[in-house]
């Protein structure tokens, strides 16, 4: 038992749920997949080098825009490039993409603006709580976090690939963004006040199609953010529960129609091979 990890991050939270294989391999046998030799930067440093000039961009600007907010905007772009070391023919690729995200950006920020305001970038939160096997954190960091003008807080995530659907986050399967509003409900962020979560968003900001940047709210509908919160607080403390005990083992995907898109461990749980083979068995500890 004192192997099983008593930290874990918001993400890696849905992994937990969705496949508890991961967190063993990952937390308990201490295996991680390696890099590709000289692979190309992928979708995974595009997100870093989007996220590094939006943040960039909003730590310059918390109050009004410039009246040459594209273009600032679109130079702390080059300059987030530039720090990854991008190579010339990717960013050949990445860059009128971003070209498309820069000017929709800028026109629904100035828009956004009017109901709420920057207060925080890539803030870091612990929250900790008791269960029976000891005190259990659960850490996260919001990309950011604004100050509504009507009251409370609204949580953001900058997504530059998919991003769950509405269905997903209001169920709890990814409870991504549930979490950080209970950790913000805690008082858990750095240099932020405990508070409520007014809205919950995705700003999908892709550069493509009919919609470089989308927003996705979760402050309509059904249930609301306050309950979402309750019942991803209920969730966790419910799932360190069930690993607290020694006889719950680390299943690989569980649930066919929960499994990630996307696992480093399957050919060490023999995905394939038990789906091909139609065994009952499941690896695990």
Known sequence: MHARPRQLSVT????????????????????????????????????????????????????????DAEHKLLSFGRESLVDLRVPQDVEAFWWPRFEKIAHEFVRQENEWRQDAKPFATEVDGKYEFTASGGPFTLSGKADRIDRMT???????????????????????????LPLEALMLRAGAFEGISAGDTAELMYWRVTGSGQKPVERVTFADGKPSIAEMTDAAAAGLAALVEKFDDPNTPYLSQPRAEAKPKFSDYEHLARVREWAVGGDDGEDGA
Not at 37 to 44: F, K, N, Q, R, Y
Not at 150 to 176: H, L, M, N
């Open 12 to 67: 890696r939270i849905e992994t937990w749920m969705r496949d508890p294989y991961q967190i063993y391999a990952q937390y308990i046998l201490n295996l991680r997949a390696f890099d590709p030799i000289d692979a190309d930067p992928g979708g995974a440093e595009r997100g870093t080098f989007i996220h590094a000039a939006l943040e960039k961009f909003i730590d310059a600007y918390p109050d009004a825009l410039p009246p």
């Open 150 to 176: 009507a009251g409370g807080y609204a949580i953001i995530d900058y997504k530059s690939g998919g991003t769950p659907g509405k269905g997903e986050v209001r169920q709890g399967i990814a409870p991504q």
